[in-house]
Structure formats: C-alpha cells, structure tokens
C-alpha cells in the first residue's frame, strides 16, 4: 500500500460513513435551526458521561505516547488536550446548570455505554500507540467537522448554541485536531500491514460510534 496520506486515503474510501458521522441530522438540525431542546439536553448529559470516560483513555494514549514515540512533541500535544478537558468538564457543568440538565443522575444510554466499552478496549496496553492516536484523531475529528459546519457563512444555528459549536468548531481546536493527524500520519508509515490493518478497522469502529451517538442523542435509541 502506498503509506503517504494514509488517512485521506481511507477517508476518501469510507466516505460515506465519514459523511455520515459529520453531517447527522443532529448536526444539521443546530445548523437549520430547527433542533428540538429535548435532543440537545439529552446529548448535553450524555456527552458528559462520555467525556468522563474519554479521560482514562487520553491518559492511556498519553503513556504509550511516552513509551512508543520518538518524537517529543507528541507527548506535549496530548498532555495539552487533557488540560483542556478539565476545562471542558467544568463548560458541561455549566451548560448543564443553565439549561435544568441535573448531572448526577444521568443513566448512561446504550450507544453510550458501548462506545465507553470500547474506549475502554483501546486503553488495552496491547492496542498498539500508533492505532490508539489514530482512533484519538477520528474521535476528535467528527466533533471538529460536525460543529465547524454549524459556524459556516449561511447557517442559522440558535445563538444560545453559537458557545457549544465554537468549543469545537473554533480554529484553535482545528490546528489541535490536525496536530493529531500529523502525528497519526507519521506513525502510520512505519507500521506493519497487520497494525495498519488494525488501524483502518478502528477508525471504522469510532465512526459508527459516533454515528449512534448523534442517533441516540436524536431520540432514536
Ligand atoms: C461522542 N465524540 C463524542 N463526544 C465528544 N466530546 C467528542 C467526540 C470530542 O471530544
């Protein structure tokens, strides 16, 4: 397999489910305007349970970033996205309190209970550094591309939803989100094909993921 671009590669071949992830109705709904409160407090709490989970997580891609890389920037750039999520955690907090959303008695849904299972997989030390930064990027990447798509010129998203999509969408998340990319890129042309393999299905799985995660916030299941 030609190695340069890995990523473009695979997501031009798996486009119509990357589409799917980034453009949901849920997404599409903020961005028309037309979202129902209901949907938007039910992925309010769910997001923060997942969040919570997302945590350990960055911690395990963090260690394997200290064992495995040999570029030191890696480190850096990861320790810099779990410093923004403490900050996150207290956004959610405050979001929360502002729409009526109570965070202590969340019942984890069961899009949202299988995605934090499989978080909890990756952190397996036997899921290799260069497979975990890889679905680390995706999952951050659909967040990116799904809000920054509610802030193009011509969107009619609600202004009491204007802070959500700019916590994800703003520049500043973007560059994070292609620091991670470059890094996955990287580590993806010095791989075997059974680890590059492994990579592609992951990326595949994080994206399903997040598409019954919007479903679920939608009201479906
Ligand atoms: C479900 N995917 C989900 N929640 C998030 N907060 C992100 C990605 C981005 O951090």
Redesign the pocket.
């Known amino acids: 397999v030609e190695r340069s671009a890995m990523i473009d590669t695979w997501l031009e071949k798996h486009r119509l489910i990357y589409t799917g992830a980034t453009r949901h109705p849920f997404i599409l709904s903020i961005r028309d305007g037309t979202i129902d409160m209901t949907s938007f407090k039910r992925w309010l709490a769910q997001?923060y349970l997942?969040?919570r989970s997302?945590v350990p997580f960055l911690s395990s891609v963090l260690i394997k970033a200290w064992k495995e890389s040999d570029d030191n920037t890696d480190m850096e750039i990861i320790l810099g996205g779990m410093a923004s999520l403490s900050d996150?955690i207290s956004w959610f907090k405050r979001e929360a309190s502002k729409w009526g959303v109570l965070l202590t008695d969340i019942i984890p849904q069961k899009a949202n209970q299988d995605?934090c299972r499989f978080l909890e997989s990756l952190m397996s030390p036997d899921v290799e550094y260069t497979v975990s930064i890889t679905a680390f990027w995706a999952?951050?990447a659909?967040?990116q591309e799904s809000f920054a798509h509610c802030l193009e010129d011509g969107s009619k998203t609600p202004p009491e939803l204007q802070e959500t999509c700019e916590r994800?969408g703003n520049t500043g998340f973007g560059e994070y989100c292609q620091s991670l990319k470059r890094i996955a890129e990287r580590k993806l042309q010095k791989v075997s094909d059974d680890v590059l393999t492994k990579a592609e299905v992951l990326l595949l799985r994080v994206l399903e993921?997040?598409v019954e995660?919007w479903n679920m916030s939608s009201g479906g299941t």
């Open positions: 997001d997942f969040v997302f996150e995605y999952i951050e659909v967040y994800w993921h997040e995660f």
